[in-house]
Nanobody, 125 residues
Framework: EVQLVESGGGLVQAGGSLSLSCAAS????????IAWFRQAPGKERTGVSC????????YYADSVKDRFTISSDNAKSTVYLQMNSLKPEDTALYYC??????????????????WGKGTLVTVSS
């Protein structure tokens, strides 16, 4: 069974950092697009970042560029999201998602095939 399990969420002050992990199992990690989405209370789920394991290409939403970094450890079948200079508006439930192909041109929920259950990130001011 395909599983994506997020970890690393928690409470952090504005300006601080957190690192999220997404552990994948049940399928070959290579040649998948692995992405992070987030959903703040009362708001729509939006794409944050994506990593294409086949070629190492990355994507970042404008709201997190220069602050967040996505990376992969293929030996551990794990993708990470290093979040720096966190802002209160980054507060959200962060989801790991995977697609059977490279990262899609449009990083939207409908273009992903597998989902984790999320990990909560709360940034206080």
């Amino acid at each position: 069974e395909v599983q994506l399990v997020e970890s690393g969420g928690g409470l952090v002050q504005a300006g601080g950092s957190l690192s999220l992990s997404c552990a994948a199992s049940g399928f070959t990690f290579e040649n998948y697009g692995i992405a992070w989405f987030r959903q703040a209370p009362g708001k729509e789920r939006t794409g944050v970042s994506c990593f294409s394991s086949s070629d190492g290409k990355t994507y970042y939403a404008d709201s997190v560029k220069d602050r967040f970094t996505i990376s992969s450890d293929n030996a551990k079948s794990t993708v990470y999201l290093q979040m720096n200079s966190l802002k209160p508006e980054d507060t959200a439930l962060y989801y790991c998602a995977a697609t059977l192909h490279d990262c899609p041109w449009a990083l939207v929920s409908d273009n992903m095939d597998y989902w984790g259950k999320g990990t909560l990130v709360t940034v206080s001011s």
